[in-house]
């Protein structure tokens, strides 16, 4: 790349594009069950736990953030894309997002420890912890904004 007072300029405003950018990944609070409770507020109680119910944390969302410096690479990657593109940038944060909603997604999933109580396995019929009806799952989303 030849850098001149023009490729500096495009540089200046690509990296001020890029400070205004940014992606959220999670839980909204515009996801609500049919009750009105947030999905939100049920994935925070599942993941600290409420011990003075017997409810023990079930830290998925700390499973998924294990991931954070492959998150690192993969969007440090995407905006050099975007640089030699002449940076829009909406595909790294996309892209990022949408990386981070699927890991946030794997870890409910692959989630197991600790079990369920009997009492919860014989009213939901089964064993897996953090799934229930699927919800709290679907919810899991992202968010590219300016």
């Known amino acids: 790349m030849k850098v001149n007072k023009k490729t500096t300029l495009d540089i ?3 990296s001020k594009k890029l400070d205004k950018m940014k992606v959220q990944a999670g839980f909204f609070s515009s996801a609500k069950y049919e009750d009105g409770t947030s999905v939100a507020e049920v994935a925070m109680i599942n993941n600290y736990g409420v011990p003075q119910r017997g409810q023990p944390p ?3 969302m700390d499973n998924a953030l294990k991931k954070a410096s492959e998150w690192k690479k993969t969007f440090d990657f995407m905006v050099q894309k975007d640089f ?3 940076g829009d940038f909406k ?3 996309s892209t990022l997002g949408s ?4 890991d946030i997604k794997t870890s409910i999933k692959e989630f197991t420890s600790p079990a369920l109580a009997q009492s919860t396995i014989d009213k939901k019929g089964f064993s897996k912890p953090l799934i229930d009806t ?3 799952l679907d919810a899991v989303n992202y968010e590219v904004s300016k």
């Open 84 to 86: 030699s593109r002449g």
């Open 99 to 102: 990386v981070v909603q699927g």
């Open 91 to 93: 595909t790294s944060f």
């Open 134 to 136: 699927g919800y709290m």
């Open 12 to 14: 200046k405003n690509m």
């Open 58 to 60: 079930r830290r998925f």
